[in-house]
């Protein structure tokens, strides 16, 4: 069965604190890899995809990377405005349109 | 570009009740997907449609259905609700399955 796991549930940082968030994943055949963020009451912003193990991405302050086990989001000097829930999710090959979140890691930027 | 647009953005309904909750994907994307979230769940899978075909369904009662229009519009359907339907429902929409799927702000079910 798919399965994503995320780690820590919760994170303090001061602001400019870098810091990673980690993502593991068990997935039958993995289509890709998402990484979200989610404000409260709002529904999930996309950030990144990945596809295969070595891929990087970034934006702004925060970089993606994928193994085959495990996916990684990388925060650079972090500002307050990263306070944020952040979500990981996995498709696999054999779920159509399907995706099977984490229970996300709630950051919190304190300046 | 427009993002996906979910309506309406409240409900409080009674139990017993059903509910009907509208989604409008980006142009041009034709999957359509929706979650159900829930502070002791999280975000869980509910069903997807592509081209008015619904291609794949999560674990949730018969009481929960939906379609999808010749336009890509979709309806979530939730018939008999209970206190437990009480949740954020999401709605995402992409090019099609495995690219990047954007949700839209959700709509807040509230059964009482």
């Known amino acids: 069965e798919d399965q994503v796991t995320q780690s820590p549930e919760a994170l303090r940082l001061q602001e400019g604190e870098s810091s990673s968030l980690n993502c593991s994943y068990t997935?039958?055949?993995?289509?890709?890899l998402f990484w979200y963020r989610q404000d409260p009451g709002k529904g999930p912003e996309f950030l990144f995809t990945?596809?295969?193990a070595g891929e990087e991405k970034e934006k702004e302050r925060l970089k993606a990377t994928l193994t085959k086990k495990e996916s990684f989001l990388h925060i650079t000097a972090p500002k307050p405005e990263d306070s944020a829930t952040y979500l990981c999710?996995?498709?696999?090959?054999?779920?159509?349109?399907?995706?099977?979140f984490g229970q996300g890691t709630t950051l919190q930027v304190k300046p | 570009k427009a993002g996906v647009t979910q309506t309406p953005r409240y409900l409080i309904k009674t139990r017993g009740q059903q509910v009907t909750l509208s989604c409008s994907p980006i142009?041009?994307?034709?999957?359509v997907s929706w979650y159900q979230q829930t502070p002791g769940q999280g975000l869980q899978f509910l069903f997807e449609?592509?081209?008015?075909?619904?291609?794949n369904k999560g674990n949730f009662p018969g009481r929960f259905s939906g379609r999808q229009f010749s336009n890509s519009r979709s309806e979530m359907n939730v018939s008999t609700l209970e206190l437990g339907d009480s949740a954020l429902y999401l709605c995402?929409?992409?090019?099609?399955?495995?690219?990047?799927?954007?949700f839209g702000q959700g709509t807040r079910l509230t059964v009482v």
């Open positions: 142009s041009g994307h034709r999957s």
């Open positions: 997935v039958s055949g993995l289509r890709g």
């Open positions: 995402a929409s992409s090019r099609d399955s495995a690219f990047e799927a954007f």
């Open positions: 999710a996995v498709q696999g090959s054999g779920n159509t349109g399907k995706l099977i």
């Open positions: 990945l596809y295969s």
């Open positions: 449609y592509f081209s008015e075909t619904q291609r």
